[in-house]
């Protein structure tokens, strides 16, 4: 089984504070993504990787950057927290080529 | 401009009857179409796909239908039980310059009351 680990379920940061989200696969994927999901918004494309150190930006990319230095590990890095960015972070990864993408658990995040 | 639209936020259906989840798109490159589950304060789920060259694909209860001409995707749970109450997500894979992200819709709440 695919198995795609975000280092925390929940986290409260403050205004401000550069916060790093993990997320770790462990089936060899070259693709990688991070979502955020918020009522009646969806899920949004924030970043996506489809190979190490290989980055675009997805469709809301303001406020954060991402660093993929080893094929296993997609990190998303909000510089500085504001209250918007309080929302659920999804991380997925997906083989190249292939059409359907394994998600975490998920990262509720509030920014206070 | 929304890509992908499911237009019902929600949907409510009786245990033991069909639901039927609809969802459209604008773009008739998308090679893939799929559908996720989603529970809360948990990831998505993969459900089913079906390639843009299909009008049809089925897995047990799940069926997905795909009309290219209406640019229309819907998915049929039969019968729906109360464990398929979740947020459904339609979503396409979009060939763009890097191997094609994952766009999602909206989704749709889906209650199966027994």
């Known amino acids: 089984d695919v198995k795609v680990t975000q280092s925390s379920r929940y986290l409260v940061k403050r205004t401000g504070e550069k916060v790093f989200l993990e ?3 462990d089936m060899d994927h070259e693709n990688m993504f991070w979502y ?3 009522p009646g918004l969806g899920l949004r494309l924030i970043y996506f990787s489809y190979d190490v150190k290989m ?3 997805g469709d809301i990319p303001e406020g954060y950057s991402v660093s993929r230095e080893k094929k296993e590990r997609f990190s998303l890095i909000l510089e500085s927290a504001s209250t918007n960015q309080t929302s659920m972070y999804l991380c997925a990864s997906r083989r190249a080529g292939a059409t359907e993408a394994f998600f975490g658990q998920g990262t509720r995040l ?3 | ?3 992908v639209k499911q237009n019902s936020p929600s949907l409510s259906v009786q245990e033991g ?3 039927i989840l609809n969802c459209d798109y604008t773009n008739s490159m998308f090679d893939y179409f799929l559908w996720y589950k989603k529970y809360p304060a948990e990831g998505p789920t993969f459900l089913i ?3 843009s060259i299909k009008d049809k694909n089925e897995d047990g209860r799940f069926t997905v239908f795909l009309n290219k001409s209406a640019k229309h995707l819907s998915l049929h749970i039969v019968p729906s039980q109360p464990g398929d109450s979740a947020v459904y997500f339609c979503a396409v894979r979009s060939y763009g310059g890097s191997q094609g ?3 999602f819709g909206k989704g749709t709440k889906l209650s199966v009351k027994p």
């Open chain 1, 23 to 25: 997320c770790v696969q």
């Open chain 2, 17 to 19: 009857r069909i639901s």
């Open chain 2, 1 to 3: 401009d929304q890509q």
């Open chain 1, 36 to 38: 955020r999901q918020d």
């Open chain 2, 101 to 103: 992200n994952l766009i």
């Open chain 1, 55 to 57: 980055k675009e930006k």
């Open chain 1, 110 to 112: 509030t920014v206070v």
């Open chain 2, 49 to 51: 796909s079906i390639s």
